[in-house]
């Protein structure tokens, strides 16, 4: 018997964007499990696998439901969109994991939408970078405008996860309102992904005080450039400072 | 012809890190260029394709002659470790791409080592987080000391690459003394990932205070933990915040 778990990271969604050992992991599980919505992503890819989904929110039951199965002798694959560590599912099984001591866990790493969204729009991060969820559901607000703060005085450019939901319409207002009291520029320039890798996907490029007016939905990852990000040829773009070597 | 220039992320460097997507890329590209080290992971996978490579250094030169081939009508793919944004070459190909009209130029994203290094370890960066490479080639040294001082009053887990080079072997060293007078806990949790995916790949969990005397070199990726990284099974883990609903 087997007794493993992979935690998956499935990139954005279409299968172009899944690593050779993220296939295999899905091959070898017997069985897939996730959020309704990840698993329809690569279902269709084995239609002859035993599927358990459970809504957003059931995040833990379904972390608990895999360990349990994986202890009964099954190769269990859980997927998450993006990858398995960033905001996924690898915490919350890593951290139950010792109740399950028989099971082996695997983290597959996957391209989260700071890479796939990235690449969409040129190179907006880069150079160092911060990643920060403007989700407050597991995490209080404080923290949040702590960490935009913090970005925005480091010169960081952003990559911004969640900046909206349907009860949070002005989260991503009230994000844009903490970097520009903290010293950006409102002429910054910001650019976002919708539906990376599904359909539906689109690109825009715009200025921080633009963005501040967006109104950008759940689906939609978000990059705010430094001071040195620029434009060219319709992409974003965050030097490495090869100007130094005569760019 | 095709004029199409891919800039493409290998992930850490074994092939089973390639995403479909990157492998259909080199697949469909007749030149394969890039830094010698890079091109060397695949070369093997397509022998018969002619490849171009340059010495570290010779970036601006490598980029020019990838969009020169590109415009005179060659399917070309410049290679890229990790991901091809990140401290990659999709920066400074777009920044020059203009000059040349003509190519089509498509950034391919990869597992970046925050990514791959991090499923290695557990789930270091499960939640918001920084990457910041401490070399100063191309970026001031006071830059790199900033953003290390913003990333520790943020609270964020941070993600390091280039923690050594031949000339600067203090440089990790005096990195965790900024974090260290910035208020970082010396026992703070910390980790690192010696050759991600190739013969020798290592790891090890430490602290804070041990990481400052820890002699690393330049293939190897350093996480350091925020307030909140725990160790479970060995695992180094940043809860996303799952324990406000009762993990």
Redo the contacts between chains.
């Keep these: 018997m087997s007794h493993k778990l992979y935690v998956v990271?499935l990139?954005p969604g279409a299968?172009?964007?899944?690593?050779?050992?993220a296939?295999?992991a899905l091959e070898e599980a017997q069985i897939l499990c996730g959020y309704t919505v990840y698993v329809a992503l690569v279902s269709g890819l084995f239609p002859e696998k035993e599927c358990y989904t459970t809504p957003m929110g059931q995040?833990?039951d379904r972390c608990r439901w895999a360990l349990e199965r994986a202890a009964g002798g099954k190769t269990v694959a859980l997927v998450c969109s993006g990858?398995?560590?960033?905001?996924?599912m690898?915490?919350?099984v890593?951290?139950?994991?010792?109740e399950w001591p028989q099971v082996e866990v695997a983290?597959?790493?996957?391209?989260?939408a700071a890479?796939?969204g990235?690449?969409?729009l040129?190179?907006?991060?880069?150079?160092?970078?911060?990643?920060?969820?403007l989700s407050d559901l597991?995490?209080p607000w404080e923290?949040?405008e702590?960490?935009l703060?913090?970005?925005a005085?480091?010169?960081?450019p952003l990559c911004l996860y969640n900046p909206a939901s349907h009860n949070r319409r002005d989260v991503l207002r009230r994000a844009c309102d903490i970097l520009l009291a903290a010293g950006a520029d409102p002429q910054t320039l910001c650019g976002y992904v919708r539906n990376i890798g599904r359909p539906g996907e689109e690109t825009a490029l715009l200025s921080l005080a633009q963005l501040r007016e967006a109104e950008l939905d759940m689906v939609t990852t978000v990059f705010i450039g430094c001071s040195t990000t620029?434009a060219?040829?319709g992409?974003m773009?965050?030097?490495?400072?090869?100007e130094?070597?005569?760019?």
Tied chains: 1, 2.
């Excluded at 299968?15 to 050992?21: G, K, M, S």
């Excluded at 773009?237 to 090869?242: E, L, M």
């Excluded at 130094?244 to 760019?247: C, I, N, P, S, V």
Aim: net charge positive.
């Design positions: 990271g990139g299968p172009q964007y899944l690593t050779a050992q296939r295999l995040e833990l990858d398995a560590g960033v905001y996924g690898a915490g919350p890593l951290q139950l994991a010792p983290v597959v790493p996957g391209v989260t890479l796939s990235g690449a969409l040129g190179a907006p991060i880069g150079h160092d970078f911060c990643v920060i969820s597991l995490t923290v949040i702590k960490r703060r913090c970005g005085e480091g010169d960081f620029l060219a040829g992409r773009i965050t030097p490495r400072g090869y130094r070597k005569g760019l």
